[in-house]
T-cell receptor
């Protein structure tokens, strides 16, 4: 079984709708991240969390919110989706004890289309 | 603005040829990672380089970290179709944040 899972894998929604993307991990890592990937722009950090009580904004958090329900679960919400939020979304985890390496492990991604 | 610039953006070669992908920055990184991403999947970590001038080999892949820890290269010898994918470099800005390059799409034709 995959260590980092994301649901749904694909989603098409309409402008103005609320949508939630979910991420679960079995790696036992404390740190979890949400990224979006756009062609030619690479991966950009939306939010990250060091533990259940610690949530931090990344470089592009506007229009997004997150919830860390448990060590293993980290969800991303779009309160009112807009077309420029169409992208690939990735969840990732890392072991906070790895020091400066910050090696991250990614889920398979969610392809979101906002019409 | 991305801290890391990757070149080339696209690379298409014949099976058996060699290729090099570059990752450059004006910033110094404590470590640098290379990931490979296949269509429909998330990035998978290939290697982490930490020391300036470090060279690591993973079968036919050779990774080098620049002496000043600002740049890196990935060289693939005798490329195979299974090497096809998007190659991403990522620099550790601190102990929790990675800055990713935009990626190089490599296609190896059989």
């Amino acid at each position: 079984d995959a260590d980092v899972t994301q649901t749904p894998r694909n989603r098409i929604t309409k402008t103005g709708k609320r949508i939630m993307l979910e991420c679960s991990q079995t790696k036992g890592h404390d740190r979890m991240y949400w990224y979006r990937q756009d062609p030619g722009l690479g991966l950009r950090l939306i939010y990250y969390s060091f533990d259940v009580k610690d949530i931090n904004k990344g470089e592009i958090s506007d229009g997004y919110s997150v919830s860390r329900q448990a060590q293993a679960k980290f969800s991303l919400s779009l309160e009112s989706a807009i077309p420029n939020q169409t992208a690939l979304y990735f969840c990732a985890t890392s072991d906070g004890t790895s020091g400066l390496y910050n090696e991250q492990f990614f889920g398979p991604g969610t392809r979101l289309t906002v019409l | 603005t991305q801290l890391l610039e990757q070149s080339p953006q696209f690379l298409s070669i014949q099976e058996g040829e060699n290729l090099t992908v570059y990752c450059n920055s004006s910033s110094v990184f404590s470590s640098l990672q290379w990931y490979r991403q296949e269509p429909g999947e998330g990035p998978v970590l290939l290697v982490t380089v930490v020391t300036g001038g470090e060279v690591k080999k993973l079968k036919r892949l050779t990774f080098q970290f620049g002496d000043a820890r600002k740049d890196s290269s990935l060289h693939i010898t005798a490329a195979q179709p299974g090497d096809t994918g998007l190659y991403l470099c990522a620099g550790a800005v601190d102990d929790y944040k990675l800055s990713f390059g935009a990626g190089t799409t490599v296609t190896v034709r059989a």
